[in-house]
Each structure stands twice: as structure tokens, then as C-alpha cells.
């Protein structure tokens, strides 16, 4: 069969790869730069047309997330979308839905803020989305899409991992990869189907012990043992999920750090570097968490220092730092409030920051 | 000498007695850690039991409040899921949806219903969820040790209201249910009790019709059920029953609020 590709925005390849790749359910609150999702498939209708998929626009980003609860609580594939202020509404149903093991995907498609803050892009929700966000010892599965054909994969990759793993995954988006079109290669479409897991909430037949959806254990005793096992959980995830690119590192004397739109234009910066003889390479974290630390702290030693370019205020820097353990210098250059740096103006400040002439 | 109730019983059938009444299976063998009086036991009992006489057990998906009921996964012997506070219907919402062949309720406290999950109430009975929720109203956050819940009545003392309720500081006892008996998504509005025999007979009809509603997919079947919070209001039990009588049932008066329409 003949490869389907088709020209999308971000935030459509996100509906389109939800519809193809079975999902059961959407449940969010418009919000700009991301309301092309629940719009698209409002338009799409996959209910009535395509694959029965449920899409309800609910009363409030809090309300959609405890949807999902509830719809992932039944074993279905359940997802829901927002960007940075709503994002921050949905941190109470996040810390339950990992509290209570729950596989379900979730998409940021980031603005800048603090507050009502802008809708324009911006990274600086990084925090709230790999250091928790919401209350307690728990950690979501964080892909970082770059370009509208990684926007598409990540949805099925997303789904696969949360109930590979029964937690939260998250795309951390941004309104640049949100709203800007690309190619995409279109995947076939997949049926949906509902798996009793052991675990789901189906009706309690005759035969079987009843199953109960809780993150909630009175008992300190019990309560930590349930801590430990998901900290055993996330221990395998940073095993086997760490997952990263490498563009030009072999021979690099600098590194830059970055992800999303930011890598796109710290791509851009490499090649004018190289242009002025100035060896730069980038590694590029598609997992957010787990982190590719490993690998950065690998790196370090063989190079005199290592960028991060963020639209933020420094954020991952903190990550980089960590994992480079002082073995090279780690600098920030980003812009914030919306604005996306140019890669002359990076590629400027990295030479300012590195005291290169 | 110790009774081995179990041979107390076979000895009993053995001799031609006639089991009259047994617990329902949808209930685990924990005994009830409710306060003696209090109203969940009997609604808990209520509802597991309609489930089974229905035969539908193996098809029913229960979701469970914070409140006094956050400690009901020891009781209830059906599949169930924990909501976090006031998100209760949002979460049902999810799984009716997603499974709409699948009976599914809310079981829900004043606080959970009527004070931070008023947003999702409110919605989930506007869209017409095919679904039942199960209100407990007993005018006081019993969990916490007795604040003021969005119920008490005027006058009524709480920890958090310790000279009485004050309409013009504390606002005025919310009846949500009346409200949303206004709304066109809801299909059956009832008030019940569990106090006496007879108010728990009358009560297990709206639930069990509550149940039955959701065959007919015509939206969200209501039944509140006033009870009273014994320990909360700082009463006996004969004492609180009593006060409630008085107090509770002229504010929220029992029986049907909205009822489907006959065709």
C-alpha cells in the first residue's frame, strides 16, 4: 500500500494519530494554542464515523482529567489536551491517576506564563511536567515532540508506554510544534479494543475478587509499600525508556541541550557554527523523564562546555547540571514570555557565554 | 465455650428453620466502622443489595467519594474506583461514556456534591449523564470532625462555625438537589431517609428505580438521602434522629422532586 501522507498542523496530527491509533476516548476545555485538537475531532466526528472514539468537551480542564480517571479506570484508551494554565488545573487528577496506576495520555501544548500568561510558545512549563507538579512522590513518562510527524508518533508511542507501564504519559508540546504544518505520514488505522488487564474496572463477575481504583491507603505501612512500588516501576521506566537524539556529537567541542522548537533552531545553530569553525553538536532529550543523564554525563569530558536553549528562564539546565556532575561548564540561553530566540541571536549568545571570538 | 456460628447455623437448617434474610453478597464481611446511628451503613446496605436483586453485578462500576464513604472499598463487593474530592461525577462521566452498557453511580457526601464538586454536579446532571448519583446529606463534614458543610442549617454549630451558622458570613444551607431538579438533563429527583423501617423501605424503591432509569438512557437519576451525623453534631444517635426530624426535614423536605413524566 502506497505511504498516506498529508499536510497537518501539530495539534491535528495529535486528533488524527488519537482516531488511527484506537483510542476510546478525549475528554477537554479549549484553550489557545491547542483547541485544534478537541476541534478536529469535533469536525471529524470518530464517534459517528470512524472508530466509535467518545470526544466531550467537559466543564473545565478539572473535569476533563477526572474523565479520563474514569474512562482509564475501565481499561480505555483516554486521553486529554490542554496548555500551560490549564495544565496546571489538571495537576490534582494528574497525582491521582499516578497515585492510583492509571494508563493515560496527556498533551501539553505549552504558552508562556507565569498566570494568564501568553498564548504564544513557550517551554517554561518544564518543571511542573518532570518534577511532579502535582503533590506526592510520582513521575509521568515525558516525550518531547520536534517536529508534526514526531507530534503524530508520540500519541500511539504514548498510549503504548502508559499501559506498558500503567501511568500517566505526557507530550510536552509547544504552540510552535502545536500550530506549524508539516508533512505527516499517516499510520492505518488501528480498531479499538478493550483488554480486561487484571486490574480494570469491568463488573465484578461471580468468579473473580472485586477490583477497586484507589490511590488512597490509610495505613502509613501500606501507603509506603505502594510507594515503593511505583519507585521500583519508575526505576525500570529510567532502564528502558530513556530515549534521545544525537545530531554532529562525535567530534563536537560544544554541546547544545535542547528539545522541541528549540531544538529545531539549535539544529540551525550547529550548522552556523560549523560554518565558522567552531565544532557544536546536540543531543536531544525526546524523553524529558526519564532523563537522558547518562548519556550527557558520558559526553561531558570530551567537550569544553554544553548549552541549553530553552524559551525559558533555565529550567532543564538544572537536569544537565545534575547529570554532567561539574565536569564541564553548563550554560542558558533562551527567551521567554513567548518570544522564540533566532539562531543568530543563540548562536551569538553561545559565543558570548563561552567566550569564543 | 466459644459458639462455631457456622455449625450454629447448619444445625438450625438441619432442624427445618427457613433463612429469611441474608446479607447481600455485594457486601464484604468487614463490619461497618460507621459511627452506631449513622445513615451510610443502611444506604451502603440499600444499594448493594438493590444491585444484586437486579442481577447486575457483573455489570455495575460504583465510584466513590472523599467523606465519611472514602473507607467504602472495605465494604462494597463490587468494582469500584476512588475519586478525588467533589470529582466524583466527572469520573462517572468517564466510565459511562467510555462503557455505556455498564450501570454506573456516584455515591457522594454534601461537601463532595454540594460544595467543591458543585462545578461537576452541576454539568454532569446538565448533560444528562445516564447515571445514578447517590447524595448523603447530613449537614456536616463528618470525616473532618465537624465543619460546616454547605448543608448545615442556619444556626447549626460546627467547628468552623462554632457560634452557629450565620446566613450573612457563612451563606445559606445549599439545597443543590432542588436545584438541579430544574435542570432538563435530570430524569429522577428524589429526597429519601434511612431512620426508620419504613423510610428505608421507600428509600430502596428510589434506588432500585434509580438503577432501572438507567436502562431507559434519559438522563441522570438523583435520590438524596438526609441522614443524620450522630458523632458530628455531637448527639446520641435517638438524640440526632430526633433533631433531625425537627431541623433537617423541614429544610430538605422528603419525597419525589422531579418524577419521569408517564407516556
Known sequence: ?357 | MAVDIEQYKKDLLAQGAEVVFSKTKNLTDTPFSYCGGCGHGVAHRLIMEVIEEMGITADTIGVAPVGCAVIAYEFWNIDAVQAAHGRATAVATGIKRTNPEKFVFSYQGDGDLAAIGTAETVHTCNRGENIAIFFINNGIYGMTGGQMAPTSLIGMRSSTAPYGRQHDVHGYPLSLTNLLAELPGTYYVTRQAVETAAHVRTCKKAIRQAFENQKLNKGVSLVEIVTNCNSGWKMTAPQANKWMKENMFPQYPLGDIKVPKTE
Open chain 1, 1 to 357: 500500500m502506497a505511504e498516506e501522507i498529508q499536510l497537518l498542523k501539530g495539534n491535528e496530527a495529535i486528533a488524527e494519530a488519537a482516531i488511527r491509533c484506537g483510542a476510546d476516548a478525549y475528554f477537554g476545555y479549549p484553550i489557545t494554542p491547542q483547541s485544534e485538537i478537541i476541534e478536529y475531532l469535533a469536525q471529524e466526528d470518530p464517534y459517528n464515523k470512524r472508530t466509535g472514539m467518545v470526544v466531550l468537551q467537559a466543564e473545565s480542564e478539572v473535569a476533563a482529567i477526572n474523565m479520563v480517571y474514569g474512562a482509564a479506570s475501565t481499561g480505555k484508551k483516554a486521553m486529554t489536551s490542554s496548555s500551560s494554565p490549564g495544565m496546571s488545573l489538571k495537576q490534582e487528577g494528574i497525582s491521582y491517576l499516578a497515585g492510583a496506576e492509571l494508563p493515560c495520555l496527556i498533551v501539553n501544548v505549552a504558552r508562556g506564563g507565569p498566570g494568564l500568561g501568553t498564548i504564544q510558545p513557550s517551554q517554561a512549563d518544564y518543571f511542573q511536567t518532570v518534577k511532579g507538579g502535582g503533590h506526592g512522590d510520582y513521575n509521568m513518562i515525558v516525550l518531547a515532540p520536534y517536529t508534526v510527524q514526531e507530534q503524530y508518533d508520540f500519541v500511539k508511542l504514548g498510549f503504548d508506554l502508559a499501559f506498558k507501564y500503567s501511568n500517566p504519559v505526557m507530550i510536552l508540546s509547544d504552540g510552535a510544534i502545536g500550530q506549524m504544518m508539516e508533512k505527516v505520514t499517516l499510520s492505518a488505522q488501528v480498531p479499538r479494543e478493550t483488554k480486561d488487564y487484571g486490574w480494570n474496572v469491568l463488573g465484578k463477575s461471580e468468579n473473580r475478587e472485586r477490583r477497586y481504583i484507589t490511590s488512597l491507603y490509610l495505613q502509613s505501612e501500606v501507603m509506603e509499600q505502594k510507594n515503593l512500588k511505583i519507585q521500583a516501576k519508575y526505576a525500570e521506566i529510567r532502564k528502558n525508556e530513556i530515549r534521545y537524539e544525537e545530531i554532529q556529537t562525535d567530534d563536537a567541542d560544544y554541546i547544545l541541550v535542547a528539545y522541541g522548537i528549540s531544538a529545531r533552531i539549535a539544529r540551525k545553530v550547529i550548522r552556523l557554527a560549523r560554518a565558522e569553525g567552531i565544532k557544536v553538536g546536540m543531543l536531544r532529550p525526546i524523553t524529558l523523564w526519564p532523563f537522558p543523564s547518562a548519556r550527557l554525563k558520558e559526553l561531558a569530558p570530551k567537550v569544553q562546555g554544553m548549552l541549553t536553549v530553552e524559551m525559558s528562564a533555565g529550567q532543564m539546565i538544572e537536569d544537565v547540571r545534575l547529570a554532567v556532575e561539574g565536569a564541564v561548564p553548563v550554560k542558558h540561553y533562551g527567551r521567554m514570555g513567548g518570544i522564540i530566540a533566532s539562531p543568530t541571536e543563540v548562536f551569538i549568545n553561545f559565543k558570548k557565554l563561552f567566550n569564543i571570538a
